[in-house]
């Protein structure tokens, strides 16, 4: 049974960066992508970011060229940096992985105020 969890939410400032991280645990062969989706308060869910292990990331036009996922095989762990902040971009945001099914995290809080 595969298990995801994140970590690295929390306040910062308007422009400011954060980097979360995403670890799975567990093995599941069938897993060829990873990625986040977020909802904020009051919306429905929306997808961020995807990366697929053969052919590299992919990214909502909200996020494009402020956010960047990465993963470390050897951890078997993922990441978003996630730079020049916006208020628009306060939501829990989820870790997902998809394999023989899709499996999901718990969430991440992260609140851009001033």
């Known amino acids: 049974q595969v298990q995801v969890v994140e970590s690295g939410g929390g306040l910062v400032q308007p422009g400011g960066s954060l980097r979360l991280s995403c670890e799975a645990s567990g093995v599941d062969p069938a897993i060829r992508a990873m990625g986040w989706y977020r909802r904020a308060p009051g919306k429905q869910r929306e997808w961020v970011t995807t990366i697929m292990y053969e052919s590299g990331p992919s990214y909502a036009d909200s996020v494009k060229g402020r956010f960047t996922i990465s993963r470390d095989t050897s951890k078997n762990a993922m990441y978003l940096q996630m730079n020049d902040l916006k208020p628009e971009d306060t939501a829990v945001y989820y870790c997902?992985?998809?394999?023989?099914?899709?499996?999901w995290g718990k969430g991440t809080l992260v609140n851009v105020s001033s």
């Open positions: 997902t992985a998809a394999g023989a099914r899709a499996y």
